[in-house]
């Protein structure tokens, strides 16, 4: 059988242990997903979404539990180990975009690439082409401040996406839309779902689980997969 490209058991976050205001956010995950998979995850707002997200995404350890990503035992390795994992493997669409005020949009996508050994002509093939994909060329000299929320969305994709990684994770992306925007954030998934990626997408928005693209839906209730 296939091995999942994301495996977790009992993977569980817990905030301020011990403390009066502790909170378990994530409780004893199990979680399999498959290689160029398309899955949504869906909860009420609370419901550790975004914490279970940051936690596959290699972004914040575990409090407990394993977690296995593309085979290899995250969960066990050092923070300078996972950021550098997470460079080179993971790319990840933040709720709440994060881009980098006072950059210009072209500056924002090229981010990740800055670690990386490119050249300079290298890096600037990289943006333009994932900018393409994403629809964002003519805005690449903008300050992202002066973007409107969907080309900012569209920004934020760019990034996770710029170094080509396996694996996608997008924490409400279609949030700040329109539904037309939201179609087009979609159809760009659905995309990168024929490339070959895995794609992991957090949501509220009940017009983007019908999407025919998706694979499989899985619903947080209180921190827990139901
Ligand atoms: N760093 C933290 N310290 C303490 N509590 C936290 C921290 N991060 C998240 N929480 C708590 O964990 C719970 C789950 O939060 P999370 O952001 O994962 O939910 P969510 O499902 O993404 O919600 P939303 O749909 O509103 O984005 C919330 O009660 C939140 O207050
Ligand atoms: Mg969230």
Not at 54 to 72: D, N, Q
Request: positive net charge; hydrophobic residues 40%; aromatic residues 6%.
């Amino acid at each position: 059988m296939q091995r999942p490209i994301i495996y977790t058991q009992n993977l569980s976050k817990t905030f301020n242990a011990g403390k009066p205001n502790e909170v378990k956010p994530v409780q004893n995950i199990d979680l399999q997903l498959f290689t160029n998979t398309y899955t949504v995850l869906k909860g009420a707002s609370g419901s550790g979404k975004t914490t279970l997200l940051t936690l596959l995404s290699c972004l914040a350890k575990p409090s407990a539990g394993v977690y296995e990503c593309m085979g290899e035992p995250v969960s066990r390795w050092s923070e300078k180990f996972l950021t550098r994992f997470r460079q080179q493997h993971i790319g990840l669409v933040f709720q709440h975009f994060q881009l980098i005020s006072g950059l210009s949009a072209y500056q924002n996508i090229a981010v990740p690439l800055i670690p990386l050994p490119d050249s300079r002509s290298e890096i600037d093939h990289k943006v333009r082409q994932i900018a393409e994909q994403v629809g964002i060329t003519h805005r690449l000299d903008f300050q992202v401040d002066k973007l409107s929320g969907g080309e900012q969305q569209r920004v934020a994709i760019a990034r996770a996406l710029v170094n080509n990684p396996p694996l996608l994770f997008a924490d409400e992306p279609t949030a700040h839309l329109d539904s037309a925007m939201s179609e087009r954030i979609l159809e760009i998934f659905a995309a990168l779902k024929k490339q070959g990626k895995t794609i992991l997408m957090t949501t509220h928005d009940p017009l983007v689980e019908q999407h025919p693209a998706i694979d499989k839906i899985l619903v947080m209730k209180d921190g827990q997969l139901v």
